[in-house]
């Protein structure tokens, strides 16, 4: 048995960030170009993830590949999910857990991006890695993958402590297939955003 504790605890305040606000940033060395599949970066926050738009680059361009875009206003990060492609079902090998799925990626941010696109300006908000719930093998999909993956999409916490950026990079250095370019169906971020901030 132990002793009964007591103590005031504030919840951090969290709202999804307003992605009508997000918009496509292009520096130099941005390895994005666009390849097939819906219309660019835009699809990224489109809330159209099932379909078949989604963000996907040019096979042949090589990894590691990244890209920049603009949050439309500094915010304290809480929180991220990233849809993963619906491709041709559960089992395809261009959807969720296959081909071009990022497997490994760093997030970046940054307030004043330096604009030759050098990475000086930018400071690692983490390292993540894309997990199946189930542990199957390569190539296979369970059903609660495909649901963890491509409908709910999946989640990832930023590290407590993280400053307030409005800029991200997104820095993709693995696949889950033998691939050398990526695809992502829609981003969704979290937070507390500077232009209503709540402490």
């Known amino acids: ?3 009964t504790l007591q103590i005031d605890l504030t919840p951090l305040f969290e709202k999804q960030l307003d992605k009508s606000k997000f918009k496509e940033v292009r520096l130099p060395t941005d390895t994005y170009e666009q390849h097939c599949c819906g219309t660019g970066m ?12 989604v963000f996907h680059t040019k096979p042949g361009t090589g990894l590691a590949q990244w890209f920049t875009f603009d949050l439309g206003v500094e ?3 809480s929180r991220f999910k990233f849809y993963h492609r619906l491709g041709d079902g559960q089992q395809s090998t261009n959807g969720a857990y296959a081909g071009g ?3 490994l990626f760093e997030l970046w941010g940054s307030n004043e991006p330096n604009l030759d696109g050098s990475w000086g300006s930018w400071t690692l908000i983490g390292e993540f890695e894309s997990i199946k ?4 093998p390569q190539g296979t999909v369970t ?4 649901l963890y993956a491509v409908v709910n999409g999946e989640e990832f916490d930023i590290p407590p402590g993280t400053p307030s950026f409005r800029y991200i990079r997104w820095r993709t ?3 889950w297939g033998a691939l050398d370019h990526h695809y992502i169906a829609e981003l969704t971020f979290w937070g507390n955003d ?6």
């Open 42 to 53: 835009v699809n990224l926050w489109d809330n159209s993830w099932n379909s078949g738009n």
């Open 101 to 103: 799925d990022p497997k």
């Open 1 to 3: 048995h132990s002793d």
């Open 143 to 146: 059903g609660e993958d495909f």
């Open 194 to 199: 500077k232009s209503n901030l709540i402490k």
């Open 173 to 175: 250095s693995k696949v």
């Open 75 to 77: 915010s304290d990060l």
């Open 133 to 136: 719930p189930s542990g199957s």
